[in-house]
């Protein structure tokens, strides 16, 4: 049974602050891994892909994949009211169709002002 | 990226009747594949949409519960079924782009509610 855990929150920050995300999953074999934003009411929208060990930054963002540990986590910097969401990790089946994803059940993060 | 198009966005139904949901690409895809979100949970995969052939069913899904057709690489359908209440759900499709390795997009999603 493939799992990714995620902690179901809610993460509440004040604005300015970084807001810490953690996930982890249990097939050794995965190689990717994403970070979609999902407001209350919309689709999951793609904020990160990474694929290799250590980080990747993008603007405020920064996610970090250790895969010894099986683990991976997004980093938002200088938070705002607007990065209020429920945030989901993602991660690819090893050796498949290109694009099938298992989600973790995602962590709600509130930022106040 | 693309732009993804679903119909019907919501809907109502009965039990035991079935419903067919339709997904528009804007653009040429070679994947396409078809999510259920539950109410409070995490999207689950239940589907990859093949053109040309037969989709590519997940465990604890299957076909004569959820047919779906692919005729050609922008458009595909899933159809959930003699619903039943438990599959009051967001059905979501999404597509991954050529180059863009293993990257989804998902589409606005359709509201089920089955009575």
């Known amino acids: 049974q493939k799992e990714v855990e995620q902690n179901s929150g809610p993460l509440s920050v004040p604005e300015g602050a970084i807001a810490s995300l953690n996930c982890t999953y249990s097939d050794r074999g995965s190689q990717s891994f994403f970070w979609y934003r999902q407001y209350s009411g919309k689709s999951p929208e793609l904020i990160m892909f990474?694929?290799?060990?250590g980080d990747k930054e993008d603007g405020r963002f920064t996610a970090q994949l250790n895969k010894a540990s099986q683990y991976v986590s997004l980093l938002i910097r200088d938070s705002q009211p607007s990065d209020s969401a429920t945030y989901l990790c993602a991660v690819g089946l090893p050796g498949s169709t290109l694009g099938r994803l298992y989600f973790g059940r995602g962590t709600q993060l509130t930022v106040w002002p | 990226s693309a732009v993804i198009s679903q119909k019907p966005s919501r809907d109502i139904c009965q039990r035991g009747t079935s419903l067919t949901i339709q997904c528009q690409v804007d653009?040429?895809?070679?994947?396409m594949f078809w999510y259920r979100q539950q109410p409070g949970q995490s999207l689950t995969l239940i589907a990859t949409?093949?053109?040309?052939?037969?989709?590519?069913?997940e465990s604890g899904f299957v076909i004569d519960k959820f047919p779906i057709s692919r005729p050609n690489l922008t458009f595909s359908t899933l159809t959930v079924s003699n619903m039943s209440p438990e599959d009051s759900s967001i059905y979501l499709c999404?597509?991954?782009?050529?180059?863009?390795?293993?990257?989804?997009?998902f589409g606005p999603g359709t509201r089920l509610l089955v009575l």
């Open positions: 653009s040429q895809v070679t994947m």
């Open positions: 990474i694929y290799s060990n």
């Open positions: 949409a093949n053109q040309g052939s037969e989709a590519t069913y």
């Open positions: 999404s597509v991954s782009l050529q180059g863009a390795r293993e990257t989804q997009y």
